[in-house]
């Protein structure tokens, strides 16, 4: 395991009382559980990391998350409403390494069921960010994208389902290798370029039906089945690869699109101006209340500077239909993440979708943040005959807020140095002893 709190009571305990401040309940689940439940559109990386053991006959896995687990919950125990959950604990997968052993990790985060709109996203992401800063994480970095967005600006293409998800899923390799190499992904998994056959020629997919197909079929194959397939089957399999192969423009199209979105990695303010330009009359309320729920991030007391827009962000799990994020470190590091999946309780067994969008975040990588964060090793306050009770105030406050600090009477040139009306100096900058907050913030990410 990677490096981890040496005292983890007591981040868990800062972290379940900052989390029921929001109204958040704490909810237990199993660490062991039916493989299905966990491989409900968990999306081609996370299946293929789940880890997985037969027991009884019955096909088990160790959670790799809790979000598929609380909406299940939420389902099954025929909950209506709002409702806040609140986990913590661990979770497995599959070493990256490719071996069959399970990398385990701490986990916690939370999930808000039965709200929509602007504000339910921003408290999810709120929440996230603030319980960061409770254990003294403060140079994060958000990047927000909206599944749901990308979605409705791919609808005027006119793409199947199927087609439509693989574009989503395939956005890292339209990132990392472009346009062309992901072309030649869906003519070979999607249209079966791979799978030449041998059959007589077939007519164009718009003028044959599967009867007139199976008849050709049978003709070409004098009788014979393959693979225990009858020739109805196979033909209606090789029409759907010839429509799919009839979508070859509009994906070329739509791929176009996702390439100009790859290239708004921005902060928030011009991201949505882009945005503005290329987004369809249609898509554009998505738009508006995605911009909405960042600006709302503001009244928790979040910088805003510290939020950038990749609106083709796509997480490795394939039930977030709207709003998704992540959060990361100074160094880059993988803090956590989460977003919104209104269509998942519907796979959970809901009769229509219900609102829904939570986060999780990993202790050991927050562990790391902290000991890569760069803070003064001690704070030197200058004291002289005029400014001593102001100075011993302010090595009080630092000291209650876990930075060390120390009164001399040299002036180095990293000395805090105050006045009478608790006004403070440091690097050049100006604070107040009254509202120490910007004070506080500046020593941490100094």
């Known amino acids: 395991m990677t490096a981890q709190f040496l005292d983890r009571d007591r981040p ?3 972290l379940r009382d900052h989390m029921a401040g929001y109204g958040y309940q704490l909810l237990e689940t199993p660490v062991v559980g039916d493989a299905s439940l966990f491989l409900t559109r968990a999306g081609d990386r996370m299946i293929s990391r789940l880890f997985t053991f037969v027991r009884g006959g019955r096909e088990l896995a160790l959670r790799p998350e809790f979000t598929s687990q609380a909406a299940r919950h939420y389902v099954h125990g025929n909950f209506s409403g709002v409702k806040r959950w609140q986990f913590v604990g661990q979770v497995f997968e599959e070493s990256r390494q490719g071996t069959s052993r399970a990398c385990q990790r701490f986990s ?3 999930e808000l069921f039965g709200l929509n709109g602007p504000a339910a996203d921003a ?5 996230a960010l603030t319980s960061l800063q409770e254990l003294d ?3 994060w970095r958000l990047v927000v994208g909206h599944v749901g967005l990308m979605r409705q600006m791919l609808a005027q293409f006119s793409l199947d389902e199927r087609t439509e998800r693989f574009l989503i899923n395939n956005l890292r390799n339209l990132r990392q290798h472009g346009r062309d190499h992901v072309l030649e992904l869906f003519e070979v998994q999607l249209a079966g370029a791979s799978e030449k056959s041998s059959f007589a020629p077939l007519p164009a997919a718009e003028t044959v039906d599967e009867t007139a197909l199976a008849q050709l079929l049978r003709t070409s194959l004098h009788g014979t089945a393959m693979g225990g397939r009858d020739h109805r089957d196979i033909a209606r399999r090789m029409l759907r690869k010839r429509q799919r192969m009839s979508e070859r423009d509009q994906v070329v199209r739509a791929l176009d699109l996702l390439h100009r979105l790859c290239q708004l990695s921005l902060p928030s303010d011009q991201a949505f101006t882009a945005l503005n330009e290329i987004t369809p009359e249609e898509a554009r309320p998505i738009l508006h209340s995605w ?6 991030l503001g009244s928790y007391g979040l910088s805003l500077e ?7 962000l796509a997480r490795d799990r394939d039930y977030y239909s709207g709003m998704v994020f992540e959060i990361h470190g100074a160094d880059g590091q993988h803090l956590g993440g989460g977003g919104r999946y209104d269509e998942l309780l519907v796979f959970m067994g809901a009769p229509d979708p219900v609102p829904a969008v939570g986060f999780a975040c990993w202790l050991e990588g927050l562990e790391a943040a902290r000991s890569a964060m760069p803070a003064v090793d001690s704070c030197s306050i200058l004291l002289d005959g005029e400014n001593s009770f ?6 009080r406050l630092l000291r209650s807020e876990g930075l060390p600090a120390e009164l001399g009477n040299v002036l180095q040139a990293d000395s805090l140095v105050t006045d009478a009306d608790g006004r403070i100096r ?3 900058r100006m604070f107040s002893l009254d509202e120490p907050t910007a004070l506080l913030e500046a020593l941490r990410g100094a």
Not at 390 to 395: P, S, V, Y
């Open 12 to 14: 868990v305990t800062l």
């Open 108 to 110: 916690y985060g939370a």
């Open 123 to 127: 408290e999810i992401m709120a929440l």
């Open 137 to 139: 994480v403060s140079n």
């Open 291 to 296: 911009q909405e729920s960042l600006a709302l």
């Open 306 to 312: 510290k939020i950038f827009i990749q609106p083709d």
């Open 390 to 395: 102001a100075a011993t105030r302010l090595a």
């Open 426 to 428: 440091w690097r050049d």
